[in-house]
C-alpha cells in the first residue's frame, strides 16, 4: 500500500535523495521547497508534487500542508529535513542572521509536527505514522564559529526528545543507519592530522586542504565522473569561514567512543560502507562490523566515503530495504 510522505526541503541535496527514494518505492510523496526551478525539476524527474513554500513562513507551511491534507487525507510520513548552515565568529555573526538559521532549521519542526499532530487529533486518526526528524552530531559537538546551527540542531534534537516517541513510544523507532561513519572515537594519529589541518588554516593555508580533501572522498575511479561534485566541495571549503572549519575539525576530535551505546540498542542497525574508503579504512570498517554482529551491513563495492553521490541508487535501496514497514 502507499504511503503518503510529506518531505521538508525537497529540491535538491538530501532531500532529492529522500523524495526519489519514496518515490521510487511506489510512494505517494509531496515536497515543499523555496527554490522554484529545482523543485520543478525534481517534482517532474521523480514524479512527486511540488509545493512552492518558504518554511520560514509558518501561514504558507500550514498552507500547503492543508492542501495536502485535502488532496490525500493524511500524512503517514513526514520528514523534517530542510536546514541551512552559516558559520561564522560570535562578534561576526548578525542577530538577523542568528533568527534566520533558526527560522529555517528548527521552527518548521515545530510547526509541521504541531499541524500533522492537530490534524490527527482533530479526526480522531490512530493508524500508522513516522516523524522524522534530520538532526546532527553538531547537536552535541558544538564549537566556536557555529553557534547559530549548533543551537537550530540542539533545538531540534531537544524537540524531538521532548515529543518523546523513542521514549514512550519505542515501537516508533524502527532502526538507526551508519552511513560511512563509525562509533569510534577518533585514533590518537587521526586527531594529531586534524590538529595539522587545524594549524594550516589557522596560518591562512586552507588551500592546502582544498586541494586534496574534497577528492580524497570518492574512491579513485569515481574522480573523474565525480569531478563537479569535487569542484563544488573545493568551493565549500574557499567559501566556509576558518573558524567554522576549524570548529568542525575540533568536533570530530572530541567525538566520544559510541560503541557500548550501539551494543546496548533494542533497534535494528545498519552500517553502509564503502569498499574504497579513504577516510574509513577497510580493515577499521571489517573490525566495526566484527565488533558488531548484530548489525546489518552494506558494502557498496565501488565507493569511497562519499557512497551516496558514488552508488546513490544502492544507497538509497539499501535505506529503503532497512526502513520499509508495512502498515
Not at 558544538?142 to 521532548?162: D, M, P, Q, V
Not at 519505542?170 to 560511512?180: I, N, Q
Not at 596560518?203 to 574512491?219: D, I, Q
Request: net charge negative.
Amino acid at each position: 500500500m502507499k504511503r503518503r510522505v510529506f518531505v521538508t526541503g525537497g529540491a535538491h541535496g538530501i532531500g532529492k535523495g529522500i523524495v526519489e527514494a519514496f518515490a521510487r518505492q511506489g510512494d505517494e510523496v509531496v515536497f515543499c521547497d523555496i527554490d522554484s526551478v529545482l523543485g520543478t525539476q525534481t517534482a517532474t524527474e521523480t514524479g512527486a508534487r511540488f509545493c512552492e513554500v518558504d518554511v520560514t513562513d509558518a501561514q504558507g507551511i500550514e498552507a500547503c500542508m492543508e492542501q495536502l491534507f485535502a488532496a490525500q487525507g493524511d500524512i503517514d510520513i513526514l520528514v523534517n529535513n530542510v536546514g541551512i548552515s552559516l558559520f561564522k565568529p560570535l562578534t561576526e555573526l548578525s542577530i538577523e542572521e542568528f533568527d534566520r538559521v533558526l527560522a529555517t532549521n528548527l521552527r518548521p519542526v515545530f510547526i509541521t509536527s504541531r499541524r500533522l499532530a492537530l490534524h490527527r487529533q482533530q479526526n480522531g486518526n490512530r493508524s500508522y505514522g513516522r516523524i522524522v526528524n534530520l538532526c546532527s552530531t553538531r547537536y552535541q559537538q558544538s564549537e566556536a564559529g557555529t553557534e547559530a546551527y549548533s543551537a537550530s540542531k540542539g533545538g531540534i534534537y531537544s524537540l524531538t526528545h521532548a515529543l518523546a516517541f523513542c521514549e514512550r513510544h519505542p515501537e516508533m523507532l524502527d532502526g538507526l543507519v551508519l552511513l560511512s561513519s563509525t562509533p569510534n572515537p577518533d585514533s590518537p594519529e587521526k586527531a594529531e592530522n586534524r590538529r595539522r589541518e587545524i594549524a594550516l588554516v589557522r596560518a591562512g593555508r586552507k588551500e592546502l586542504l582544498a586541494r586534496v580533501a574534497p577528492a580524497a572522498g570518492f574512491a579513485e575511479e569515481n574522480r573523474d565522473r565525480m569531478k563537479d561534485y569535487i569542484e563544488d566541495l573545493t568551493e565549500q571549503v574557499f567559501i566556509t569561514e576558518d573558524d567554522g572549519i576549524v570548529a568542525l575539525l575540533n568536533g570530530m576530535i572530541d567525538r566520544k567512543d559510541q560503541n557500548e551505546m550501539l551494543r546496548q540498542t533494542k533497534v535494528p542497525v545498519l552500517f553502509i560502507l564503502g569498499h574504497k574508503d579513504n577516510y574509513i579504512p577497510l580493515e577499521v570498517a571489517e573490525k566495526m562490523v566484527a565488533d558488531h554482529p548484530e548489525a546489518r551491513v552494506v558494502w557498496l563495492e565501488h565507493a569511497g566515503h562519499m557512497g551516496f553521490l558514488e552508488e546513490p541508487e544502492a544507497t538509497a535501496q539499501a535505506l529503503l530495504d532497512f526502513v520499509k514497514t508495512e502498515k
